[in-house]
């Protein structure tokens, strides 16, 4: 995680990779992520859990369905730092 924050200009959102999702066909996009990739991409490097299809086409329904996660919070992001 270190390493993305330390590079965090190389980085970019993968909306591209949003359409292959739609088409199930995965899109490979150098340093370029959407939020469920990214989070499937974490949890798969950190050897919490791997993934039955490419990270590209992990949606959030799929991380919603993994048993070994605990749900802690749900709503607007502001509400939760203040």
């Known amino acids: 995680m270190a390493n993305f924050d330390r590079n965090k200009e190389t980085y970019h959102y993968n909306l591209i990779g949003l359409f292959g999702v739609m088409l199930n066909k995965p899109i490979q996009r150098k340093n370029a992520y959407f939020c469920s990739q990214f989070v499937a991409y974490i949890l798969k490097e950190s050897g919490i859990i791997t993934f039955d299809k490419p990270l590209e086409l992990v949606t959030p329904y799929d991380l919603q ?9 749900e709503g ?3 509400q939760a730092v203040s």
């Open 65 to 73: 369905q993994i048993p070994k996660l605990e749900f802690v919070y």
């Open 76 to 78: 607007k992001l502001h």
